[in-house]
């Protein structure tokens, strides 16, 4: 089976045209080495694929004959992504969700204040 349409079939990628753009990019890598998308997968490879700034790692169990459901995923892979990889990017995301979900338009006048505030602060220390 192509590495992109593994890719494409255990759901790391929405479109076989994504998975392979992203082994075009050099964003995959099979057996530590970078994978053009008509690379071969064979069961016991170890592929490698950095997504949403993390590197993710897996080890191909069995070939999916098509796509397969998200609870199906785990028969055909093994996830030895770190978990601190994982942890991290559950801190970034939860950061950007802190302050204002996204696209809930545009700043309150209290945000404009703070803004405002926050700029005259730093005016203020550099003309000193």
Same mark, same amino acid.
């Given at each position: 089976?192509?590495?992109?349409?593994?890719?494409?079939?255990?759901?790391?990628?929405?479109?076989?045209?994504?998975?392979?753009?992203?082994?075009?990019?050099?964003? #995959?890598?099979?057996?530590?080495? %970078?994978?053009?998308? +008509? /690379?071969? @997968?064979?069961?016991?490879?170890?592929?490698?694929?950095?997504?949403?700034?993390?590197?993710?790692?897996?080890? #191909?169990?069995?070939?999916?004959? %098509?796509?397969?459901? +998200? /609870?199906? @995923?785990?028969?055909?892979?093994?996830?030895?992504?770190?978990?601190?990889?994982?942890?991290?990017?559950?801190?970034?995301?939860?950061?950007?969700?802190?302050?204002?979900?996204?696209?809930?338009?545009?700043?309150?006048?209290?945000?404009?204040?703070?803004?405002?505030?926050?700029?005259?602060?730093?005016?203020?220390?550099?003309?000193?």
């Amino acid at each position: 089976m192509r590495i992109d349409k593994y890719l494409w079939a255990t759901r790391y990628y929405k479109t076989r045209s994504q998975a392979a753009a992203a082994c075009k990019g050099g964003t #995959v890598k099979l057996n530590k080495a %970078s994978a053009k998308p +008509a /690379k071969d @997968v064979f069961v016991g490879d170890e592929i490698s694929l950095r997504r949403n700034q993390i590197t993710y790692t897996l080890r #191909v169990i069995d070939l999916p004959k %098509s796509r397969v459901g +998200a /609870k199906l @995923v785990d028969q055909y892979r093994i996830d030895t992504t770190p978990k601190e990889d994982i942890e991290s990017l559950k801190q970034i995301r939860s950061t950007q969700q802190y302050y204002r979900n996204k696209g809930l338009g545009r700043p309150t006048k209290k945000d404009r204040r703070d803004i405002e505030e926050f700029f005259d602060k730093n005016n203020k220390q550099e003309d000193l």
